[in-house]
């Protein structure tokens, strides 16, 4: 079993949608986790981290949930330049364990 | 200018070839890391470098060896290439002092083995 298991996708959504990733990890020691995001064919890059309490930035929500270890993102009024693949990122034993990624196409 | 650089960022080399990637940062990071990411199987740590004089073995060291010849270079070596190290390589860069979880990638080097 994956440390850190996502959908792979790929998610269809219109412009303006809210679209929502779940992840699961399965190392219940896990303490941080994150969103990185990857458009395509480029480098992965942070977007936000993921608090007990949930984070929110602008139209993205980060939320996490230890008791059923999952991890959600959610992307509220979507637009275009959202399409990428979302990466969910624990952090484990001096590294970070990636997920193989959610893809995300938003069209007109 | 980018902060973490790669190169070559396109390679194509033959079975048993050896073959070094480097990388260089700007940004003073004393951390630093070589992962490879394949189509269904995501980012995985091949070896990781806390300063110059560490070296740690990630999850897929095997078939490759690392030199941290200063704190903004760290260069990774297949000594006999094969065909299954096909694949994107990144390189990435972090900061002690902020945490671990932030990591500054490189625009990546797309290697071939045929």
Redesign the interface.
């Known amino acids: 079993r994956k440390e850190?298991e996502q959908d792979?996708g790929p998610f269809n959504v219109p412009e303006g949608a809210t679209v929502a990733f779940n992840c699961t990890y399965s190392n219940s020691a896990s303490q941080?986790f994150?969103w990185y995001r990857q458009d395509c064919?480029?480098?992965?890059?942070?977007l936000m981290?993921v608090y007990s309490s949930g984070n929110e930035d602008g139209r993205f929500t980060a939320q996490l949930n230890r008791a059923s270890q999952y991890i959600s993102l959610l992307i509220r009024d979507s637009k275009l330049s959202d399409s990428a693949t979302y990466?969910c990122?624990a952090?484990g034993f001096?590294?970070?364990v990636?997920?193989?990624?959610t893809r995300l196409l938003v069209s007109p | 200018d980018a902060d973490v650089t790669q190169t070559p960022r396109n390679r194509i080399t033959k079975t048993g070839k050896r073959i070094m990637l480097e990388c260089s940062q700007t940004k003073g990071h004393d951390r630093m890391y070589w992962y490879r990411q394949d189509p269904g199987l995501g980012l995985q740590l091949i070896y990781y470098s806390f300063d110059v004089k560490d070296i740690n073995k990630g999850e897929i060291s095997d078939g490759y060896s690392v030199s941290r010849q200063a704190q903004a270079k760290f260069s990774l070596s297949l000594e006999s290439a094969i065909p299954n190290q096909t694949a994107l390589y990144f390189c990435a860069t972090s900061d002690s002092g902020q945490g671990m979880h932030e990591q500054f990638f490189g625009p990546g080097t797309r290697l071939t083995v045929l």
């Open positions: 850190v792979p941080s994150f064919r480029k480098e992965p890059k942070l981290s990466l990122v952090l001096q590294k970070l990636f997920g193989t990624g």
